[in-house]
């Protein structure tokens, strides 16, 4: 899985609890592989305030991102293995 966050390739081996210091949240862009659990190949979540990546080694089977926003009361978590890429933009880092 690749996890880009503001342009920049983080590591996957290590965990990252990233939060948005200036706007307030992430535009995050998730990308699901083709033999994901999930029926939609992309998913955009706005208004994200925490993305916490390795968040559990063991949910549900493996490792687990965890994408929660504060905004809109809401979050969700996804098995690593179903995702192909996350890109994590505050709106003035949203490639053109």
């Excluded at 089977?61 to 905004?71: K, V």
Aim: charge should be negative; glycine fraction near 4%; include cysteine.
């Amino acid at each position: 899985m690749k996890l880009i966050y503001l342009g920049t390739i983080l590591d996957p081996t290590k965990e990252h609890e990233l939060f948005p210091k200036n706007p307030e949240s992430f535009i995050v862009e998730i990308q699901y592989t083709e033999e994901s659990f999930y029926p939609q190949k992309n998913q955009i979540f706005n208004n994200c305030t925490e993305v916490h990546y390795l968040w559990s080694l063991n949910y549900m089977g493996g490792p687990s991102i965890a994408f929660e926003s504060d905004i809109q009361q809401t979050g969700f978590i996804r098995l690593i293995k179903d995702i192909e890429e996350v890109k994590i933009n505050t709106s003035e880092h949203i490639p053109k």
